[in-house]
């Protein structure tokens, strides 16, 4: 029966169009936890203080599901084969925002998969998050073995790179664990030398006060003048870290059309973003990942790119 439900589970998932799924027996995160712990204490969270207030939640799935036996991991494929234009007029937002926000659409089929399990399983407890919840997502996907924490701190899978959402169902039905696999980025620091911002401070582990797509979407306030000549025109989010890495070269086209870039929204006319009004902001970007930095912030984010551009301009002194 474990094994036998543990098999239709993932079949359900493949059918609903996640790249991966794997199972990891629900348990506390010793290591990984320690890690998390080291990093708050560094203040390398920035100003992301629900970090802090959920990270005993964050190291045991029990205080989540007091009876969690298993945590189901699923990763789903949004790589859109489109690049960004190189042009210093143009904006650059990050692959995963140029559609429809990935919460809804994983949300809905994470939906559809625990439905399957509670009819399959009656009077199975579940909970599932896509990267809404006191979760350690990617240690849940190593553990499951989808894929490797690489050295930018993204998880990569063999198959589809980085260019995956993750998402997990932790449950209270036992199921049978998948074994994690290696890690496989060697000696390679590809990652590490592109950053723009040196975020990446040392092999996996990341500064998000430095990251492009800290500042960029979670930082409240100015974003500070030292990074805006380093900015390389990324407005929301920032993708270098996955761009250069080797294991990116297996991407695969998703098959989930919403994921595709509306129009122009890849690389967005820098000027036509200053002016949008609330009301074209809103429009625009309905249904998308921007709205995140509304619209106050994609302007700041913008003006930040501009003042980089004026500032390498200036002659040397």
Same mark, same amino acid.
């Given at each position: 029966m474990r094994?036998?439900?543990?098999? @239709? !589970?993932? =079949? #359900? %998932?493949?059918?609903?169009?996640?790249?991966? &799924?794997g199972i990891a027996a629900a348990a506390p995160l010793p290591s =990984?936890?320690? /890690?998390?712990? =080291?990093?708050?204490d560094r203040g390398f969270h920035g100003t992301m203080a629900w970090m802090e207030r959920t990270e005993e939640k964050r190291r045991d799935p029990h205080l989540v599901l007091p009876k969690a036996? %298993?945590?189901i991991s699923v990763a789903y494929n949004y790589y859109a084969d489109v690049r960004h234009l190189v042009d210093k007029s143009r904006g650059k937002i990050s692959r995963y925002a140029w559609g429809d926000d990935y919460h809804a659409i994983v949300d809905d089929k994470l939906d559809q998969l625990q439905q399957f399990i509670q009819d399959a399983a009656p009077g199975a407890v579940c909970? @599932?998050? &896509?990267?809404?919840?006191?979760?350690?997502?990617?240690?849940?996907?190593? /553990?499951?073995?989808l894929g490797w924490l690489g050295k930018h701190t993204n998880v990569i899978t063999r198959e589809y790179g980085s260019w995956v959402f993750l998402g997990e169902i932790i449950t209270d039905i036992d199921l049978t664990p998948d074994d994690p696999i290696g890690d496989f980025c060697? +000696?390679?620091?590809?990652?590490?030398d592109a950053c723009p911002t040196d975020a990446i401070v040392e092999p996996?582990?990341?500064? %998000? @006060? /430095?990251? !492009?797509s800290y500042l960029t979407i979670e930082h409240k306030g100015e974003i500070p003048p030292e990074y805006h000549a380093r900015l390389e025109n990324w407005v929301f989010g920032c993708d270098v870290c996955q761009d250069v890495c080797p294991? *990116? *070269? $297996?991407? #695969? =086209?998703?098959?989930?059309?919403? $994921? /595709?870039?509306?129009?122009? *929204? %890849? +690389?967005p006319s820098l000027s036509e973003l200053v002016d949008l009004s609330q009301e074209d902001f809103a429009k625009r970007f309905n249904r998308s990942p921007v709205k995140r930095a509304k619209r106050a912030g994609l302007r @700041? *984010? &913008?003006l930040a790119v501009l003042q980089g551009q004026r500032d390498l301009s200036r002659p040397m002194s």
């Open positions: 094994g036998d439900l543990t098999q @239709r !589970i993932k =079949e #359900k %998932a493949a059918q609903l169009g996640f790249c991966g &799924v =990984e936890g320690a /890690r998390l712990h =080291e990093w708050l036996q %298993a945590v909970k @599932r998050y &896509v990267d809404t919840g006191p979760v350690m997502d990617k240690a849940w996907a190593v /553990r499951a073995g060697g +000696s390679c620091t590809a990652c590490i996996y582990v990341l500064d %998000a @006060r /430095r990251c !492009i294991w *990116n *070269n $297996f991407q #695969k =086209e998703t098959q989930e059309e919403r $994921f /595709r870039p509306r129009g122009d *929204n %890849a +690389s @700041r *984010n &913008v």
